[in-house]
């Protein structure tokens, strides 16, 4: 079944992204994610402050708000799609992240299949 892995990085009060991980260790992640045999995609995300929200209002006008789509503390950094057994395989890659530590977080969750 395969998972999304969303990467949000822990914001501090000035809005910078904290943390101590490093490139190689996401090169790291990144190269055992492979060599498992379950990465099936993934990318970084440019700096979220070249990011925009778009809402669509019922008389359908388009709003476009620029920005991190909610106030946070957390910005989203990137993603990862696994292929694993199940969703506690995928939750056992998402503790091995690096953006599971310094105050950020993985989320989990399983997409869909409209086709089965």
């Known amino acids: 079944m395969k998972y999304l892995m969303l990467i949000n990085a822990a914001l501090d009060a ?3 992204p ?8 996401w090169m790291l ?3 055992a994610l492979k060599e498992a045999g379950v990465h099936v995609g993934g990318n970084a995300l440019a700096d979220f402050t070249t990011a925009a929200a778009v809402r669509v209002t019922e008389d359908g006008e388009r709003i476009v708000t620029d920005g991190p789509f909610a106030e946070s503390r957390e910005v989203l950094g990137g993603y990862f799609v ?4 199940d969703f506690d395989v995928a939750l056992d890659w998402a503790a091995r992240c690096p953006g599971a530590r310094d105050g950020g977080s993985i989320v989990v ?3 869909a299949d409209f086709e089965g």
Not at 82 to 85: A, G, S, T
């Open 14 to 16: 000035d809005g910078a």
């Open 18 to 25: 904290t943390g101590c991980s490093t490139p190689e260790d």
């Open 29 to 31: 992640f990144d190269k």
């Open 82 to 85: 696994l292929d694993v057994p």
């Open 109 to 111: 969750r399983p997409l």
